[in-house]
């Protein structure tokens, strides 16, 4: 059977570890055989979960196992061979082995190689559930992009590299790679694509942001979310952590966080919000993690998808982009719009909902805009000529 996927991801310090070992947790009580893992750099699960965890699936009550994924084992398992050459050809330009082998990988790989322990437990099925524990938003989303870039490569490039390797050693005098590095390049190319395949699969899997209620944190989330949807990836819910008491001491920072609840309800309307108040404990160890599992889901069952459609969808052509936004109940008369630099501010009467555009998008203006079916489609175009 295939397992249910849940990744949590948010900026760093807003306290997605705690969720996700404590969103385990609840799927273990459950019935569920599940295993968090970390593919986070800076590993924190183990403190998280006060258990020691290895690169592998470790057992740690009942139905729930632990893993703290170990980027160098992962690269050593699909980067070897390519490591082995790349090596050879820097060490043959002079510089140091030790050098060497750190230039042989590139920025960001060792998290992605990481992440293929998805692909590897859907594989096994060893678990009915897989949460994992994702690195900082900014690092999630290049890798998430990252396998659409390996497709366009492997279906253009990887070809013509294999035709024209017999003439590099003439041309610029660079060791000709042998068929184990193509083999594995192609191998990680195309487990990336079998990977992507899983990731998208919002039947089984979607992506839960964690977010504190602070102005800057929450922007950040709303530009995370933008970009998810633009990648084709199921955002089913986000949640609010560490709200402070609403009287005494911090009442007027309470207000000030509500504020910023309320923009986040608004935003990723009709995805869910979920929250949880600030404990008076660090969360680390069964009972507090418990504590804040049931704060979050409150009754709901946390394996479910909680949202299943895509509220928002960005589709670029040529020049042209297409910015389709759920608004279910509105009237069109009610419907205004306005895009300030990368922001598109939708009014639905009173409300309004601010949308983040990718800075790609900076130099677009709105063209048009059409409300069908309870969808509103904005339309940008490039503005020509520096107009």
């Known amino acids: 059977m295939t397992p249910r996927t849940i990744l949590y991801t948010g900026k760093g310090g807003v306290g997605k570890t705690s969720v996700a070992a404590a969103t385990a947790r609840r799927c273990a009580e459950a019935g569920l055989r599940t295993v968090v893992l970390s593919t986070d750099p800076a590993h924190s699960l183990s403190d998280s979960l006060e258990a020691e965890l290895g690169p592998e699936p470790t057992p740690i009550a009942g139905n729930l196992f632990g893993q703290e994924v170990q980027a160098q084992e992962e690269m050593e398992r699909h980067w070897d061979g390519v490591q082995g050459w790349l090596g050879d050809l820097l060490a043959e ?54 396998p659409d870039v390996v497709t366009w490569w492997l279906e253009r490039i990887l070809p013509s590299q294999r035709r024209l390797a017999p003439f590099a050693r003439t041309l610029f005098d660079i060791p000709l790679p042998g068929e184990a590095v193509f083999d594995d390049v192609e191998k990680l190319a195309r487990n990336l694509v079998a990977m992507n395949g899983i990731l998208r699969d919002r039947s089984r899997t979607s992506i839960r942001l964690v977010t504190s209620p602070d102005r800057m944190v929450v922007k950040e989330s709303m530009r995370t979310f933008t970009y998810l949807n633009l990648y084709g990836y199921l955002t089913d819910a986000v949640v609010v952590n560490r709200l402070l008491p609403a009287d005494g001491y911090f009442a007027a920072w309470r207000r000030s966080q509500e504020e910023q609840l309320e923009l986040v309800r608004s935003a990723f309307a009709p995805v869910p919000v979920l929250t949880a108040d600030y404990l008076e404990r660090e969360v680390m160890g069964d009972e507090m993690l418990d504590r804040l599992a049931h704060a979050i889901f409150d009754g709901q069952d946390p394996a479910a998808v909680l949202h299943d459609r895509l509220s928002q969808e960005l589709v670029t052509d040529n020049g042209t982009a297409t910015l389709r936004v759920d608004v279910p109940f509105a009237e069109r008369g009610d419907l205004s719009l306005k ?13 309004k909902r601010t949308i983040m555009l990718p800075p790609a998008l900076g130099a677009y203006a709105t063209a048009g805009a059409r409300f069908d079916d309870g969808s509103l489609e904005i339309t940008f175009e490039k503005a020509r000529d520096g107009s």
Request: hydrophobic content about 40%; aromatic content about 6%.
């Open 93 to 146: 330009r002079g510089i140091d082995r030790i050098s060497a082998e750190e230039l042989t990988v590139p920025p960001g790989m060792d998290e992605l190689f990481s992440l293929l322990w998805i692909k590897r437990h859907h594989e096994e099925g060893e678990f009915d559930c897989v949460i994992v524990d994702c690195a900082p938003t900014g690092e999630t989303l290049r890798l998430l992009s990252f």
């Open 339 to 351: 895009k300030i630099g990368l922001e598109v501010i939708v009014r639905v009467g009173a409300q």
